[in-house]
RNA sequence: GCGCCUGUAGCUCAGCAGGACAGAGCAACUGACUUCUAAUCAGUGGGUCGGGGGUUCGAAUCCUCCCAGGCGCGCCA
């Protein structure tokens, strides 16, 4: 259904121009099927009455077939009701060729780039990352349906402090466990999972380490142990929760291969390096940034923001049209040196976008529980995926924009399992296949010539509807970069077709009427499957 | 002190590019399983959209001030 175009051309007749034609489905039934407030907008442009452009426009509009009527209402609605032929149409459309009429080409093939998690290689996972591998997950499956070419990817924080910290806490534990007095370090990482490690490593290395230091080939050896071993658990863990990246990419890589210091002297040719107080400072204020920032400290060493600089280089190098950054919003005052990066760099900075995932608060029975990485005192991202479940979790955490605050309650998202909105989804999926079960069992085929002008019933027009809308939804979604629509458009479909089932039968009926309906049931099941392979929830069979 | 995010029904949250009378789920209360799965359905009640100004034909949505909560403001990552 191209309804937009036929509005677009109505539009260009009246000598007119609008950047976007604007359509919403009225909550009230007398306002038809469909609306759009477009003529209220053109009123200021053309310096009319709204009413008058809306009947001009209405009476253009009235010749074209999908239109039963075109209704002007209001200050200046233009309102349209529907043909059931073009929704039957439309139907047909659908069964025939349900990624053609679900997906859009809006990317025209651009390569976006997103990027998320990306969480030190130093713990396990914490349902915050959750949340972040949830919305990146998700965004990249819309944006992938959408004419993309995406590329997921983790970035690996695999150099500096933080996992020589994690490889100095091994060391301490690992001493430990061969019983020599070790001092543990004063910001190391004291959770069990440390220990756990030590004894790994202890069973590969034996005790050769015994009298070491924590320096040179044993330092490098403890640090590459610990980070291996993290990532494998982050993997393990992403992958019980259903989300898997195209590409990883090491930090330190960037150092080894040298990149760092190829961006960096680019950087410096371009005048945008300079050495203060035994410092390099990149010029972060000519960009939009409060203040200049450090590249390499004056004991030589790089700062984080060094590799981030030269990791977001090598990323539009790699020939991205796009980049998306996901990140925790504790990061948030990081965007703007970020974003300056880019602009140094010589390009918009719009080729970055940075999309900032609110904080979790985890409460178990309405209590806050009390986390800190430092202790190792935290509920990890597996630890819910098994205790909640996965596809639960995933659509809680879909179920709002990624800017607003969570509150995770464990007890509340364990309890109300049975009526918890990911199964009211799932369900509606698992009730149409039984239906599909039972039809082979009465020896009903599905498909063939149906007339699909059996469906006669306001609900199944309802339905139709809602399916014919989803496009609607997915453009939205797309250049709102907003996943969470897609699970609020499954809950509406699901929420039509659950009273659906409850008061018409499909199966039994005289068999065009059967047909017809399996049709409909086909169609709802296809839109399902799309809209929460999209979100990374599994489709059950039956329940 | 400065910056970012948030404030909508008892609770958790939607509200799509400013549009018609503000929505959903949960919780509460009434009802519906010899019929394709009751993880479902039908119905009832529930709101000064944090507050004040402003822009507009029209504001939950945009601007501004105030209040409340969260998060940031390192030669940490």
Redo the contacts with the bound molecule.
Sequence with gaps: MDIRGYIERAVRELGAEV??V?L?????A???DL?T?VA??L??RLRRP?REIAEEMASMLRAESPFERVDV?????I?FTFRRGFLYEGLRNLLGDPARCLRRDLGGGQKVQVEFVSA?PTGPLHLGHGRGAAVGAALSNLLARAGYEVEREFYI?D????VRLLGESIFARYKELLGVACRFPEEGYRGGYVVEIARQLLGEAGDRFRDAGFEGEAAEYFVRFGVGRMLGVMKEDLGGFGVEFDRWQSEKALYDEGLVRRCLDELREKGMLYE????LWFRATEFGD??D??VI???G?????ASDIAYHWYKIQRGFDELIDVWG??????VPRIKAVIRALGHPEERLSVL?V??VTLLRGGKPVQMSKRSGEFVTLREVTEEVGADTTKFIFL???H?????FDIE?AKK??????V??VQ?AY??I???F??ARQQGVEPGGAVDLGCLKEEAEAGLIKKLLFYP??FE?AV??R?P??VT?YL?EL??LF??Y????????LDPSLTLARLALCEAVKRVLEEGLSILGVTL????
């Design positions: 950047p976007f604007e919403e489905v009225p909550r009230v007398e306002h038809g609306s407030p209220m907008v009123a200021g709204p209402a209001g200050p200046g609605f309102n030190n924080n150099a500096g402090r933080q203060r107080e035994g410092a409060d203040k920032r450090v400290k004056s004991d060493s790089h700062t984080y923001f919003a504790d990061h948030h005052g990081y900032l609110q904080i179920t709002r924009s800017d607003s605050h969570l509150e509340t109300e399992s049975s009526e918890n909105p199964y009211y369900y698992a009730r296949n039984s239906i079960r039972k609607l939804m939205g250049r709102a907003e969470h629509r609020f809950q699901a929420g659950h009273p089932y409850n008061t018409h039968r499909v199966l039994g059950p069979e039956r329940m």
